[in-house]
Structures are given as C-alpha cells and as structure tokens.
C-alpha cells in the first residue's frame, strides 16, 4: 500500500469504528486501527471485521464497474449491506483577493496572505492533532508546540461535549489520517458522521476569529462506504438509477449536462463510470459550498450570509484601507500609521513572515491588545531550506555572498533596486486541472493529487528563483519606509503565495521572463519526474515525492507547425497533463498594487485563453502573457480593448502589432532573440524606427524593414538568423518567401470558432521588453557601435 492508501485505510476504518452517534460504537484508539492496517496485528473480531471491509474496498480494481446493482450487491454483500455514515468536509477561505488586497501595503498584503496560508496549513490540520512537517527554525520550536496546544484548547472551548452526559467532543473524533488535503487555502477531510456540522462550523469559526473580516465557508454531508467508491447512490440503493437508465435517457439534455455527451455506446460507459466514484461526493460538496457562500439556508447550521461587518462613523478616524474605524495611531514606524483591529493583525503577520522575529513589537504589547500571530514561516525560509538540500544552486544563486549576510527585502522598493526601479507581477495558475480532477475515483488519488501538485508548483518557483536570481547589494535606495541601508545585500523578490496551483510572486523585471518560463517547464518536469526531487526530507521523517502518473499517452503525430510559431522544428512535445498560464506585467515600483493585480489578473486570462485554444490543435503545455506599462495612464480599459482598439488594424489583411501570448518554447524564443540582438549591439533606435513603420500597413512594413536591413553595416547576421529565420518564415515548407517582421497566421487555431487569417509581429514585443532582458558583460559583442550606410 501506498502512503495514501494507507492514511485513507486508517481513516475510513476510524469512521466506521466510531458509529453514526456522538459516543464511540467501540472502545477506540488510533493506534489500535494503525495498528490493525498497516501492521496486520489483531483486533476484536467487529473491529477487525470493519478492516477487512476497508481493505476490500481498497482492493477493487480501478477498471472494475458493475453492469447493474445486482451484480454489485452480489460481488461485494458486506459493503452492501454496511449501513455506518462516513463524515466528509470541505471548507476554506472565499473572497480572498478581496481580503488580501485590500490594503495598499505590501507589508499588509503579505501578512494578509501568511495569515490565510497560517490558518489553512497549520490551525486546521491542528484540529486533527496533525504537527505540519515543515521545518520549523530552531527557536520557533517551542512556540510551535504552543501554538498548536493553544489550537486545541480553542477547538475544545468552542465546541465541547453537548452536555454533562456525554464524554466526548469534536477533538476526540478527530485524527491526523482524516486529512485528505489541506492545501490552496480549502480543506477536504472526513470525520465521524455525528461531527460533520461542528467541524464545519469549526473552520468557519476559526477563519473569522483570526482574520476578523475575511469570508469563509465549509460544509459537510455523510456517505456510505460503497459511495466512496460508485458515487452516490439512493436509499434504499436499489432504487440508484444505473446503467440500464442511462442507456435509456442518455440523450435528454438535463441527462447530458451532468453525464457529458459521449457519441457511442463505449464512451458512454465510460462517462457514467467517470462520473460515479468518488468524485461525484466532492461534486455534492463543491454545489452545497456554492450554496453557502451564495447566503443560502444550509440544513442544522446557521446561514452565514451575513459576513462580518465593522461600524465605522463619518467623525472617526479610519484605518489605511478607509474601511474600518481606527484603534490605535503607531508613530514608531517610518510612518505614521492608523490601525484598525483587523489591519494590525496583517500587518503584524506581514512584519512575521517577512523576518521571522519571534516578538511582537513593543507598540503593540503596549496597545493591549492580546491577539498573538503565533509561528508564521515566512516563504523565504522554505526557499533558504530548499537551496540547504540543493548545494549546486545554493552555490549559483549565493555566489560568495555570505548567507547570513542577506536582509529579507520589505519593500518593493528594494526589490525594485535590482531593476532600475522596475518590478514584474508573475501571476500563475494550472491548466486541465479540473479535466484531470474528474478522472479521479478514489479518495487516496485525491490526496496524491493535491501533495503532487502543491510540490511540483513550489518547487517549480524555488528553482526557477535560484537559477535567475542573486542576492542584490542595494545602491541609491530612496525610501523612506525601508529599514535598510544602501551596501546592504537582500534576496530580491517577494513571494506573495503559493498556494496549490496558484502562485503570485514580484520579481525584478530584468528576469521576469526567463523566472516565468522557468517556473512553467519546471512545473511539468517535476511532475513528469524528470527533475527530482525526493532528496528534501524533514523533520518527522517524511519524505516529499512525485507519486502520480501525469504523463500524456499521445495518440496523434506531433504537428509542431500548428502551435509553435518559433522554429516549429526545434520544439519538444509536451507530455505532461497539466501544465501553466502565466500572467507576467511589468511596471514601475510606484504603480499602485490594486490596478497592478487587475491588470495581471487579465494577463493570466488571456494566457489560459490562449492555451485551451493551442490544446485543440495538439499543444498541452504552458503559456505566458505579458505586458509592459510604462505608465499608469496607458491603459484606461482592460488589455483585451486596449490591443483591439490600439494594437489591432482590421483593414485588409487584418493585422496584428503585437504577438502575445506565447507557448514556453516562443517565450525562450523571444528570449533568445533579444538576447542575440544586444550581443551585436543592435542600435535601439532602429528597433524604434521599425516599430514605427508598422502601422504603415503590411507591404509598407515589409517594403520599409527590408530597405532598412540591407543597409546595416553590422547585425545583419543576427537579425536575419534570430529573427527572420526564427519567426518569418511561411507556413507552406515549399514557399522561400519571407514576410518579415509579420507571420501569418490562418485563424484556424480552433475550428469550433475560427477566425479571419491575420498576420501578427513580436517587433513591438521585444521593443517593450529589450530593456528587462539581461545579457552578461561578457558575452555582449565588443562592436562599440552599428550604423547604417548613409
């Protein structure tokens, strides 16, 4: 058995052992059932027989299906007729970008998200009695285990025995196997069926008494045991419509919105089969989560559709986000500052997470205020541990700075430092994962899943952040917030979240694009396993690895001319079924954050756009948008209006001034040919003077660049080799024309909805980013300087 099956195993038979009340069936002890599953040793026959029914339902095989519920009761009696109810919650934080953006202070912001992430990785997986096994720092230890007993006398004050009679509570039913996941800020576990309201009023609870303001919501529902296998089924279960019934009704609409649309009589068994597993269960419980979060009445539960809300009055003074009266004015920052009850608890996280100090500030111990943020790590302790268990790129990425010498960046104006004063926002989610979700049909693959891919995607960051970043030493810092000082040295980039498949990360804008490259192959080659990874061990002796099959089994040629715009030759299929979109915006310091997010949010939208359009003509992998805003005022809309009204001419041929977004390899592509353009010394002003000739028309453009290139006395070579050759060259093989700098594209990308032909150019793009593309001293051509014959 796998560790999740195992874990599962312990937890189903810990369900079914406790009964369907409040009061154990049996007298238990955990270690009695992890005894029982993972050692075989004995146990009283009704417990040892609530085993074996786990291990047989473990044991069916994955392309195992009854034909007809007869054939099920007859194969597998004892799970039948089991009539015990196995609890399963689902819950976490709503509305999040609401509550952690709210502030305009990156020191608020992050702490907004360290506390979300404190909640969801540490406080309810304490519920279950379950010690997070990241590393803790040394001195941190103590108040770890502090915290973590502080969390259980919570749960018991707040949700004790029901009443005098009763000897046991919601933290007697709870052990740390009933975790399935508890990653991306949402939790999925079972428990006993009697607690499944408590528990889901638990997380609730405890979201709202920690953050004060942010939304959250869990519900829960309880199940039979042969559902954690075929789905939902009716009671009594003969009456489940089966197979025969969906032969019969497969066609109605209602039937096809829920099942799918299959064409034949094998793809329909195969969707009815898809459907009903496990899968079908957290169905039910992402549609009652809907329900909650939307306000509606939720059965046994009090409805939470009213969030909570903070009286404020037109003579008080507010706090910095203007939304909530102020308790207290601190003067002991670089500047003055109102809080409110809600924002000094992120902004003590914030000042946690980015320097791990153990003590509150003075100020606030004198506020009287009691509220303790308790042990928060920050992100770049899980990156210095990371680059501990990976001696070659702590090497590359420290160089001969001495680690203990670095500052943790807590501005973005240091972090801007390293980049003339410029930042990106990478802002990445997954691809197909909901596709891949609902091929899954127990719950231990669940589990694996969600380990797997909340791995890879760390990972994928902390590698592609070693590999392009250094330690930045600050010059002509001019910040008045900063505590730094000029010579001092700080990791330059600040990780906002990472968060299962979702990640937020600033970075200086001269990598911005090689990290965000790097973070999408790097994702699918963990997951692939092709990069490994299961060297990193902690504390309590687990290791993390890649446990799943990702890996595409292709049934079609590769066509890389239908997908890959450069060098279709030189690219490698994609084999992975999940992969990334990155949003990439690029913008000076003093942007504000609230119309940075918005506009990156857009960027990730255009770029998953784009991928589910590539995957209909054979590409799965990774895509990249990106944007260069100069300045604050130069897109008054959204970017999709801006580059139909600004970028785009619809006169015939229609053409395109931009070439966003980019599958991985274009963006190396793109990559590689600014880099080879600044190796020759490629003179700016006739990138400028090209730009300009585009709107000119598509024969003018041509006409203008051509006349432009043979009068260069030096770059020719690379023009013609990393960009002609590169990126013009005609889709028909036999055609030698050349359409530089255009390429055409016939609209056909996805049939479903086709477009006009249209040709597009990267011109304007690597004009936008030439600046934020580094290349070393030494590999930059010593031409002191090109011109152009007279």
């Known amino acids: 058995m796998t560790d999740s099956q195992t874990n599962i195993a312990i937890a189903i038979s810990w369900c079914l052992a406790w009964g369907n009340e409040r009061e154990p069936a049996f007298n238990l002890d955990p270690q009695q059932i992890r005894d029982a599953v993972i050692n075989k040793q004995a146990l009283p026959e009704n417990l040892q027989h609530i085993v074996r029914q786990v291990e047989t339902l473990q044991s069916i095989e994955e392309n195992y299906f009854p034909q007809t519920l007869e054939e099920l009761q007859a194969k597998y009696p004892d799970l039948w007729n089991q009539n015990t109810r196995i609890g399963l919650v689902y819950g976490g934080a709503t509305k999040i970008k609401q509550y952690v953006f709210e502030s305009a202070k990156i020191q608020e912001i992050r702490g907004a998200s360290g506390l979300l992430d404190r909640i969801n990785i540490i406080d309810l997986p304490a519920f279950f009695n379950k010690k997070n096994p990241q590393e803790i720092a040394e001195e941190d230890r103590n108040r770890y285990n502090i915290q973590l007993n502080k969390i259980r006398t919570w749960l018991n004050d707040n949700f004790p025995a029901k009443s005098e009679s009763e000897n046991y509570k919601l933290s007697d039913a709870l052990i740390p196997e009933l975790i399935i996941y508890s990653t991306g800020g949402n939790i999925l576990a079972f428990c006993p069926a009697a607690y499944v309201d ?22 829960g529902d309880k199940f039979r045991l042969l559902e954690l296998r075929f789905g939902l089924l009716r009671e009594p279960i003969e009456s489940t419509l089966w197979l025969d019934w969906y032969h019969r009704e497969f066609n109605k609409p209602l039937v096809q919105a829920y099942f799918g649309y299959p064409s034949n009589e094998s793809e329909r068994i195969e969707a009815f089969k898809r459907r009903k597993s496990f899968n079908e269960l957290t169905t039910k419980l992402n549609i009652l989560f809907n329900q909650r979060r939307s306000g509606n009445d939720t059965a046994n539960r009090p409805s939470r559709r009213y969030p909570p809300m903070f009286e404020t009055h037109p003579y008080l003074m507010r706090d910095g986000s203007d939304r909530r009266s102020a308790i207290m004015r601190v003067d002991q920052l670089p500047r003055e500052t109102n809080f409110s009850e809600a924002s000094v608890r992120k902004y003590l996280v914030g000042d946690r997470a980015k320097d791990s100090l153990s003590n509150n500030p003075r100020w ?34 420290y160089g001969s700075i001495p680690e203990d010498s670095l500052e943790i960046a807590g501005t973005l104006t240091e972090v801007s430092n390293a980049s003339s004063g410029y930042i990106a926002y990478i802002y990445a989610d997954g691809n197909n994962m909901g596709g891949y979700i609902q091929k899954i049909q127990k719950p231990e693959d669940y589990q694996e899943f969600s380990q797997d891919v909340a791995l890879a995607t760390e990972y994928a960051v902390y590698q592609a952040l070693a590999e392009n970043l250094h330690p930045h030493k600050l010059r002509n810092l001019n910040d008045d917030e900063s505590n730094l000082k000029n010579s001092e040295f700080i990791h330059p980039f600040e990780i906002l979240t990472i968060g299962g498949d979702d990640i937020l990360l600033i970075v200086p804008a001269n990598k911005a694009l090689e990290i965000s490259q790097m973070i999408g192959e790097r994702f699918e080659k963990i997951l692939l396993q092709e990069i490994q990874i299961n060297e990193i061990k902690y504390d309590d002796g687990e290791t993390k690895e890649i446990t799943g099959n990702y890996r595409l089994n292709h049934t079609k040629p590769f ?55 590539l995957q209909k003509a054979g590409y799965r992998g990774g895509t990249v948008d990106f944007l260069t805003l100069k300045s604050v005022t130069m897109i008054s809309s959204n970017v999709k209006d801006f580059r139909q009204e600004a970028l785009t001419k619809n006169l015939p041929p229609k053409l395109k001034f931009y070439a966003a977004p980019y599958t991985l390899h274009e963006l190396g592509g793109l990559i590689t040919s600014i880099s080879a353009l600044k190796k020759a010394k490629f ?10 000739l585009l709107e000119w028309g598509k024969h003018t453009a041509i006409l203008n660049y051509r006349y432009f290139r043979v009068r260069l006395k030096q770059g020719k070579e690379a023009l013609l080799r990393d960009f002609e050759n590169a990126w013009c060259l005609p889709k028909d093989q036999e055609n030698n024309g050349n359409l530089a700098p255009w390429m055409y594209d016939n609209g056909r990308l996805d049939p479903e909805h086709p477009e006009d032909p249209f040709y597009e150019t990267i011109w304007r793009d690597m004009v936008d980013v030439y600046d934020f593309v580094e290349v070393p001293e030494n590999e930059i051509s010593e031409v002191v300087s090109l011109g152009v014959e007279s």
């Open 198 to 219: 408590e528990l889901a009023n638990a997380i609730e609870k405890r979201y709202t008494e920690e953050t004060l303001t942010a939304n959250s919501c869990a519900v």
């Open 559 to 613: 066509e890389p001319h239908n997908h890959q715009r450069y060098k279709p030759l030189t690219a490698k299929r994609s084999d992975c079924e999940l992969s990334t979109s990155i949003g990439v915006l690029i913008t000076a310091v003093n942007t504000p954050i609230y119309y940075a997010r918005n506009l990156v949010e857009q960027l990730l939208k255009s770029a998953k756009e784009r991928a589910k359009k």
């Open 683 to 692: 003179p700016k002003s006739q990138l400028y003077q090209v730009r300009s």
């Open 364 to 397: 606030y111990n004198e506020s009287g205020l009691t509220w303790q943020r308790g042990v928060i790590e920050s992100w770049v302790n899980r990156f210095k541990l990371f680059l501990d268990q990976n001696p070659s790129l702590k090497a590359k990425y």
